[in-house]
Structures are given as C-alpha cells and as structure tokens.
T-cell receptor, first 113, second 115 residues
Framework: AQSVAQPEDQVNVAEGNPLTVKCTYSVSGNPYLFWYVQYPNRGLQFLLKYITGDNLVKGSYGFEAEFNKSQTSFHLKKPSALVSDSALYFCAVFGGGADGLTFGKGTHLIIQP | NAGVTQTPKFQVLKTGQSMTLQCAQDMNHEYMSWYRQDPGMGLRLIHYSVGAGITDQGEVPNGYNVSRSTTEDFPLRLLSAAPSQTSVYFC??????????????FGNGTRLTVT
C-alpha cells in the first residue's frame, strides 16, 4: 500500500524568509508526486507535480519541490514567503495500481508579517 | 468555463435521512471522484469513475452510492445519513486517471452536518 506523511501539522515562517513544508512517501513502484494548496472554504488547487526527469520541480506562485529518491521525500519550498501563502498544503502520491491518489493529512502554513 | 460545480454548499440532515450531493464538470474530463475531508485525516477517496457507466469504490465507500450516466455529472448519494458522515465533501475531476499526468480539479465543497 502507498502512503504519505506530512510530519508537521503547522509551519510558521516570517514574511520574506524561505519556507519548507515536508513530505515523505512510501510506494512499491515509481512515484507520481503532487502538491496541492487549499485556501479557506475552497477546494484544493494544484501547485506542482513530479513524474520523471529533473529532481527540482517548479510550480505555481513561485513554489518548487525537490524529489529525493534515496530519502523518499518531496519537500515543498519557496525562497521568500508571502503572507498570502498562508494556507493548508497537501502532499499526494500515486504509485500505480488500483489505490488511486493518496493524500497526506495536510500542513498549515502560517506566514507572519 | 465553470470547472467543477458542487451543490449544495451546506446541508444539515437528521440521522436516517437520505440526500444526493451534486457534482458537474464542463471540462469533458473522463475521471471524476469524491473525497471527504475530516480534520487531521486529510482527504479520503469515497468513490471514483474513469468514464460514463463505470464506477468503483475508494478507501471509504460504505454508506455512499454513485452513478455516472453522463461524462459531466457524478452525484453522490447518502442512503441513510449517520453522524459519522458529518464532513466536507469534495468532487474532483481530471483528464485522465490512468497516467496520472493530469492534476485533479476540485469543486469548492459541500459541508454536511448530520445530527
């Protein structure tokens, strides 16, 4: 079975500082990895994905994520945080087969002015 | 282009009542799915469909039924509501489920309370 772990329920960062939201995964095959963001009272929005190729993936709103196969991680990063980045972030993995897409429990990102 | 539209936005049911949550998409997506979101548990897949006339169960299907008579619509039916079904429900669609190259497009959710 595939699984995703987001070890931090909440991450606090000062505006202008770099941010990292952590994600580790477990699949039996090659992983397809995704990050989604959820703003209050809205559905999830796609940020970026890793399918194959370069380990550093760039996505929407200046976010990027680094795929590390040896550490089975896919951490979300941004060089300079904005207050408007405050939201709930979900990591998701698909490892093939009938399990579909598995989401992590989410990490609240709070950017302080 | 409205994307994924869910109705209603809010609903309160009494235990034992039935209802249908509506989901429609105008992107001609083959894949549609229903998730429930509960605090501290992320999103869990209820049912999904890879095309009209085809549905399958996800992680937490008990107490829910779905059908897919058209590409556009994918309603979720609660047969006999229970307090454990209090949750926020999201419908999502994508161009293709098989390759997973296509991201999911989500509706804005239905907040359901069962008393």
């Amino acid at each position: 079975a595939q699984s995703v772990a987001q070890p931090e329920d909440q991450v606090n960062v000062a505006e202008g500082n770099p941010l990292t939201v952590k994600c580790t995964y477990s699949v039996s095959g090659n992983p397809y990895l995704f990050w989604y963001v959820q703003y209050p009272n809205r559905g999830l929005q796609f940020l970026l994905k890793y399918i194959t190729g370069d380990n550093l993936v760039k996505g929407s709103y200046g976010f990027e994520a680094e795929f590390n196969k040896s550490q089975t991680s896919f951490h979300l990063k941004k060089p300079s945080a904005l207050v408007s980045d405050s939201a709930l972030y979900f990591c998701a993995v698909f490892g093939g087969g009938a399990d579909g897409l598995t989401f992590g429990k989410g990490t609240h990102l709070i950017i302080q002015p | 282009n409205a994307g994924v539209t869910q109705t209603p936005k809010f609903q309160v049911l009494k235990t034992g009542q039935s209802m249908t949550l509506q989901c429609a998409q105008d992107m001609n997506h083959e894949y549609m799915s229903w998730y429930r979101q509960d605090p501290g548990m992320g999103l869990r897949l209820i049912h999904y469909s890879v095309g009209a006339g085809i549905t399958d169960q996800g992680e937490v299907p008990n107490g829910y039924n779905v059908s897919r008579s058209t590409t556009e619509d994918f309603p979720l039916r609660l047969l006999s509501a229970a307090p454990s079904q209090t949750s926020v429900y999201f419908c999502a669609s994508s161009e293709s489920q098989g390759s997973y190259n296509s991201p999911l497009h989500f509706g804005n959710g239905t907040r359901l309370t069962v008393t």
